[in-house]
């Protein structure tokens, strides 16, 4: 079965580099392709690794954008956290840690589920780091306890939240009969769709290693920890409006986040920088995998739109050199 390097496959020849960043004794790794125009970040969600992008970097690198595909948080044995800690900030801030190892003052973010949840607020804490935000399947989180109020039935969407709360059970679930709960999840939020063994098998090869397996898990936990202190910087951060221009990708048939959260949550006052709304008929959750060409064309449009598109940075480029 295809590993992790093997399906993050060379780009036009370009082979990606494994980045390595070394934190509070936690080792931290990531997948990069170099070029000349503006780095781009895209973060991998729950249950899932960086396998989920081996379609979009082509279509990125091959738009002329540096590309960086970190492993989140706890998703490989050297960045576990020995207690637990995974907290929405945390990634947030592991996201900027990256930017800073890169030498870079800003970059674009994509984010997939988790990866988008993180992506969200990450650009709400440091704007002033992002040129863009692009949110795969998660909607806005900054009054997303009101759209709960207008959208119940999410709430048996998200049954599998409260079951992760439940001590050891679920690490022993997640493996049992051959990863069939987390198969279970890919139909579920795909309807229709058949995910690929090769995209599969990596997530259940990662989740097989108990200690990764309890960090996943662990993200779900800290998120429910809404007294904890770790919390109040993201809160603070989401009161204030939304100052990165902000692109929203939804699957119409989403098994895990109801589409119409989307509507719910944006709010033009919200969305300083602007706000865009995509929706994909036929698709689920994991939309970039189900209509790979339609994300790719409107992700790509939306780079341009922004400060340091790569084209737009290229055509600078070219005017200055005569």
């Known amino acids: 079965m295809p590993t992790t390097a093997s399906l993050l496959a060379p780009v036009k020849g370009i082979k990606p580099q494994i980045l390595k960043k070394i934190c509070e004794k936690r080792t931290f790794s990531a997948y990069y392709w170099d070029g000349s125009g503006p780095l781009v970040i895209c973060l991998h969600g729950f249950p899932d690794t960086v396998n989920t992008f081996h379609m979009m970097v082509p279509a990125l690198v091959n738009a002329g954008y540096r590309v960086l595909v970190p492993v989140m948080p706890g ?28 030498g870079e003052d800003s970059a674009h973010l994509i984010g997939h589920d988790w990866g988008a949840v993180t992506a969200w607020l990450a650009t709400a804490m440091f704007p002033h780091r992002f040129f863009s935000m692009t949110s795969i399947a998660i909607p806005p989180l900054k009054r997303f306890g009101d759209t709960l109020l207008r959208c119940p039935s999410q709430l048996l969407k998200s049954w599998y939240i409260g079951f992760f709360q439940v001590p050891m059970l679920p690490e022993r679930l997640l493996m049992a009969r051959d990863g069939a709960f987390v ?29 990764v397996c309890k960090s996943a898990l662990s993200y779900y936990r800290c998120l429910t920890r809404v007294f904890h202190s770790q919390h109040e910087q993201g809160r603070r951060a989401l009161k204030l409006p939304y100052q990165v221009p902000s692109l929203m990708i939804t699957g119409a048939q989403d098994g895990c986040m109801d589409t119409r959260l989307f509507e719910y949550g944006m709010h033009e006052n919200d969305f300083l920088a602007g706000a865009e709304l995509y929706r994909l008929m036929g698709a689920g959750h994991f939309c970039h995998l189900e209509k790979p060409e ?27 050199l005569g």
């Open 75 to 102: 998703y490989e044995t050297g960045s576990v956290d020995a207690y637990g800690r995974y907290f929405v900030t945390d990634l947030a801030q592991d996201v900027v840690a990256w930017i800073d190892r890169m």
């Open 183 to 211: 198969r279970m999840l890919w139909r579920r939020w795909s309807p229709g769709w058949d995910a690929p063994e090769e995209l599969v098998q990596p997530a259940l090869e990662a989740l097989a290693q108990p200690a």
């Open 294 to 320: 339609l994300v790719h064309a409107k992700l790509l449009s939306f780079l341009e739109m922004h400060p340091k598109g790569a084209k737009r940075l290229a055509d600078e480029l070219a005017k200055q």
